[in-house]
């Protein structure tokens, strides 16, 4: 919790990691890497539209495919080599996994941007699992894949001509996804980019985000080596695209590894999945009197290291703040359900104790 591991933020005081064993038992997992599996065939097409549209270029400027970086990096990696502020709420406890005070499980595929152009790379896509303590429920899952891809275009071009084939290169790719379906850019704000733009798509009766991209900013260039180019740089979630495309509705189901689940889809093929159970939902609910530097991911994690995947959804359904103490009161619904069985009342009181038990012990008065 974050009021117990404050060292991290904070040089020079007492320090523990906030990786748990329910985070650590998923790396190593490699979905994205997994031969049919739906992120895999994603990643995949993705990957072939890249080759296809830049095959015509010499060899340097041809993309590069890499998948199998360490998760593991450098503070210096994922903030301050993309400018992140030293005050972003992202370099937070309660929002990014630490191993040490400068070692943290990397929040998205951006950290490695300055280590891959430094080893001469200007244009590639790299992949790999991503960590973030976040909310429950079906969209949300504190492990999640991601795509990072980078052009660098050279010296004798204007940000116009950066910016236009960046449109063109990942407007060309949302149809190569979802065929001639209507696109629209949102301005945004990225620390790392600099104009900064997001890419929607609208798909199945509503608007998807799909992207995040700009130019990079000339100061990682130039501290990557590049002084004086300019370049292009974008962020894809693999989660996110494939529950779309697959109408796959909870994000839990790509960690399954039930038959039923991974035996309906074959590589390269993109198919819609078929629900193979709706086992009955449970609830148990949770009051506490928030303890000092509450943060709800911190609440979260709680959860999900007790209840690992069966908790489908946690969220408030009251809190205030008493007239006489000033203590703030919340109280969480947490919906177990299991995606492959049904679950007994037992199991789930035994779960509702441990996690009752977890909190106490956390320093949580529960009520």
Not at 103 to 115: F, G, K, M, N, W
Not at 125 to 151: K, N
Request: aromatic share 12%; charged share 30%.
């Amino acid at each position: 919790m974050l009021r117990k591991v404050v060292g991290v933020q904070r040089r020079g005081l007492s320090y523990k990691s906030n990786i748990t064993a329910n985070i650590k038992e998923k790396m190593g997992r490699g979905l994205h890497r997994q031969h049919a599996h739906p992120l895999n065939t994603v990643k995949v097409m993705i990957e072939q539209y890249f080759e296809d549209r830049f095959k015509a270029n010499d060899i340097e400027n041809q993309f590069k495919f890499i998948d199998d970086m360490d998760p593991y990096v450098t503070t210096k990696q994922c903030f301050d080599e993309l400018l992140v502020p030293a005050d972003h709420v992202s370099r937070s406890l309660s929002d990014t996994f630490y191993k040490d005070e400068n070692t943290v499980l990397r929040t998205h595929t951006s950290a490695h941007q300055q280590e891959l152009m430094k080893k001469g790379f200007r244009c590639f896509l790299a992949t790999g699992d991503c960590y973030r303590r976040d909310e429950i429920d079906s969209t949300h899952y504190p492990v999640f894949h991601q795509m990072e891809g980078v052009r660098i275009m050279g010296k004798d071009v204007s940000s116009e001509e950066v910016m236009v084939d960046l449109k063109d290169t990942l407007q060309g790719l949302v149809a190569h996804l979802f065929g001639s379906a209507e696109t629209r850019w949102v301005d945004a704000y990225f620390p790392f980019t600099e104009p900064s733009l997001e890419l929607e798509v609208y798909f199945r009766e509503d608007w998807l985000e799909v992207l995040g991209c700009g130019q990079i900013q000339s100061q990682i260039l130039v501290e990557a080596g590049y002084e004086g180019e300019k370049g292009w740089a974008f962020g894809i979630g693999l989660e996110r695209l494939a529950m779309a495309l697959f109408r796959i509705p909870d994000i839990r189901l790509f960690w399954s590894r039930d038959k039923r689940f991974l035996d309906q889809f074959e590589a390269g093929k993109v198919v819609e999945f078929k629900e193979f159970s709706k086992y009955p939902l449970c609830y148990k609910d949770i009051s506490f009197w928030e303890p000092e530097s509450f943060h709800e991911n911190d609440f979260f994690a709680a959860v999900r290291d007790n209840a690992g995947d069966l908790a489908e959804r946690v969220y408030s359904i009251d809190r205030f703040k008493h007239p006489k103490t000033g203590k703030t009161s919340s109280c969480f619904r947490v919906e177990y359900r299991s995606m492959e069985r049904s679950l007994t009342n037992k199991e789930i009181d035994e779960i509702q104790d441990k996690l009752r038990s977890f909190l106490k012990n956390e320093g949580y008065e529960l009520r």
